[in-house]
């Protein structure tokens, strides 16, 4: 039983095209997250959602938008893939406030935009 | 803005040698503190924690002690074993109100190889 679930976990696709990436947890967390792994490992926040509220929106490019439908499900919808957005992209979860917002993670989906 | 800094790799290591990950960071408020492995083709899976000064996180004969003074949380192991291998990561996240409440800030990551 995957805690947190991401699909698909490989992803490869167009440059111009539009790509959605899917995210379930069934911890019973308040808060989900979108993370992005550079070609470098270096991890980056995204988004964040606590009880489907939008909390937290780094400076990401408006062709990403985050859907949260309810707290057990975070979405991220890709519109004009560039070159650029290829990364592993992470969904994570949590209580948030809770122990110190200990996240627990998703596998991770790979998008190649060639 | 809040800011995790880690030695630098990659690290590699003969099994059974001693383990230490540097890891210092820069933040407003009152961390809690991380570290976060990931294996190869995985996620990221927590490690150990701490979440106010002095403490101590434990896992798996790693350990880590939040020093507030120094402002730093590096990672030890007294054995390492090739299974070890992955990327290691530190990381906060600010256990205050505001538009950064509950983000992990991450450390650049440090590749650990063990060889047998």
């Known amino acids: 039983d995957t805690a947190v679930s991401q699909t698909p976990k490989y992803l490869v696709t167009q440059m111009g095209n539009d790509k959605s990436i899917k995210c379930e947890q069934n911890l019973g967390h308040d808060t989900m997250y979108w993370y992005k792994q550079d070609s470098k490992k270096f991890l980056k926040i995204m988004f964040s959602?606590?009880?489907?509220?939008?909390?937290i929106n780094e400076t990401v490019p408006n062709r990403f938008s985050p859907k949260s439908p309810d707290k057990a499900h975070l979405n991220l919808h890709i519109n004009s893939l560039e070159l650029g957005d290829s990364a592993v992209y992470f969904c994570?979860?949590?209580?948030?406030?809770?122990?110190?917002?200990?996240?627990?993670f998703g596998a991770g989906t790979r998008l190649s935009v060639l | 803005g809040d800011s995790v800094t880690q030695m630098e790799g990659p690290v590699t290591l003969s099994e059974e040698a001693f383990l230490t990950i540097n890891c210092t960071y820069t933040?407003?408020?009152?961390?809690?503190l991380f570290w976060y492995v990931q294996y190869p083709g995985e996620g990221l899976q927590l490690l150990l924690k701490?979440?106010?000064?002095?403490d101590k996180g434990s896992n798996k004969g790693f350990e880590a002690t939040y020093r507030k003074e120094t402002t730093s949380f590096h990672l030890e192991k007294g054995s390492v074993q090739v299974s070890d291998s992955a990327v290691y990561f530190c990381a906060l996240s600010v256990n205050a109100g505001g538009t950064s409440y509950g983000k992990l800030t991450f450390g650049q990551g440090t590749i650990l190889t063990v060889h047998p």
């Open positions: 701490a979440t106010k000064a002095d």
């Open positions: 959602y606590n009880n489907k509220e939008l909390i």
């Open positions: 933040a407003t408020g009152y961390p809690s």
């Open positions: 994570a979860s949590s209580h948030l406030g809770r122990g110190g917002n200990i996240q627990y």
